[in-house]
């Protein structure tokens, strides 16, 4: 699997390959073998979670749901904006919720916060 040492370091073209959203609620695409050291890690992958609905709720310790991915832990929001807008990470300086209701992920919800 690819490694990340920061999750500003995961290419925009990997969440694209990897997550679809639907009126704001994210799944898992079946992904590439690029994403994974073996076609056999690929398959268990694909089995378990392809199709699926990605993480929905936020832990108990965070105010905002997260998605691990490729070892580094994204805010789910974000993840939707990179998605609809392409911006990176990086790029993006902080997203809220037009109407403060942190589980609405829709994208017409978010927005940049300057």
Same mark, same amino acid.
Request: glycine share 2%; no cysteine; aromatic share 12%.
């Given at each position: 699997?690819? =490694?990340? #040492? ?8 990997? /969440? ?5 959203? @639907?009126?704001? %609620? ?6 590439p073998i690029e994403h994974f050291s073996n076609e056999h ?15 929905? =709720?936020? #832990? ?8 691990? /991915? ?5 805010? @789910?929001?974000? %993840? ?18 037009k109407d403060n209701d942190r589980s609405n992920d829709r ?8």
């Amino acid at each position: 699997m690819i =490694k990340f #040492n920061n999750k500003r370091d995961i290419p925009v073209k990997l /969440f694209k390959e990897a997550f679809e959203d @639907r009126d704001g %609620i994210l799944y898992w695409k079946s992904r590439p073998i690029e994403h994974f050291s073996n076609e056999h890690e690929m398959e268990m992958w694909d089995d378990k979670r392809a199709g699926k609905m990605v993480n929905q =709720k936020p #832990n108990a310790n965070h105010l905002y749901a997260q998605v691990r /991915f490729f070892n580094q832990t994204i805010i @789910r929001h974000y %993840i939707i904006w990179i998605l609809h807008t392409g911006e990176h990470p990086t790029a993006i300086p902080r997203i809220k919720h037009k109407d403060n209701d942190r589980s609405n992920d829709r994208f017409d919800n978010l927005s940049k916060v300057d």
